[in-house]
């Protein structure tokens, strides 16, 4: 089974300010990214993913992801935040076409400041 | 991208009771639904899986009999909390999918709170 790893369960950033959320993985078998966001009280958002071709992935609300496959990781990014990026975010790992599990984090609590 | 509803968004009901929880694809045909717990601040952990015609797998720790999952159709799947207490109350959130490796598009989540 995998295991998704996400460091840093609470990223406070000054509003415009870059901002990285790290993301990595267990497995070395063929896999599918993910990352969503989660308001308050509302399900998962679909931000981006990953399933095959260019490494770097780009997503709504100008987030974008790069995989690195000797790394294990999928770290996601944005340049400048906004206050209504405030949420929670999950990554998250499938196993390829083989597999329907998705492997969640523990996910990062972003909190930009004003 | 795809749409999935839940129903209802929020539920309060009394310790004994059974509740019903649906999940439906709008604007595709999921062969594989899922069923997530969520408990404040924390990650989504998955209870089950849920495939059309067929019976659903639980996850270990999860009790089958506690969380009955039906998925009648390729839109739909159920899930009842039967004898509800206390302890069941969280979030629970659906996902869908259209197969193997595809994207799981979750619900909106329902709030069950058991008094």
């Known amino acids: 089974a995998q295991s998704v790893t996400q460091l840093d369960s609470q990223v406070p950033v000054f509003e415009e300010a870059p901002v990285e959320l790290r993301c990595n993985y267990s497995s070395s078998v063929s896999v599918y990214l993910f990352w969503y966001v989660q308001y308050p009280n509302q399900g998962l958002q679909l931000l981006l993913k990953?399933?095959?071709?260019?490494?770097l992935v780009k997503g709504i609300n100008g987030f974008e992801a790069e995989f690195n496959k000797s790394q294990t990781s999928f770290h996601l990014r944005k340049p400048s935040v906004h206050i209504s990026d405030t949420a929670e975010y999950f990554c998250?790992?499938?196993?390829?076409?083989?597999?329907?599990?998705?492997?969640f984090g523990t996910g990062t609590s972003l909190t930009v400041i004003p | 991208g795809a749409v999935v509803s839940q129903h209802p968004s929020r539920v309060i009901c009394k310790s004994g009771t059974s509740v019903k929880i649906e999940c439906r694809s709008l604007?595709?045909?999921?062969?594989?639904m899922f069923w997530y717990r969520q408990f404040p601040k924390q990650s989504l952990m998955l209870m089950a899986t849920s495939n059309e015609g067929s019976k659903a797998t639980y996850e270990q720790g999860v009790e089958k009999d506690k969380f009955l999952i039906n998925h009648a159709s390729l839109t739909l799947s159920t899930l009842t909390v039967t004898s509800a207490h206390p302890e069941d109350s969280s979030f629970y959130i659906c996902s869908a999918n259209r197969g193997a490796g595809e994207t799981q598009y979750f619900g909106p989540g329902t709030r069950l709170l058991v008094l």
């Open positions: 604007d595709f045909q999921a062969t594989t």
């Open positions: 990953y399933l095959s071709g260019s490494t």
């Open positions: 998250a790992v499938s196993e390829g076409n083989t597999g329907n599990q998705f492997y």
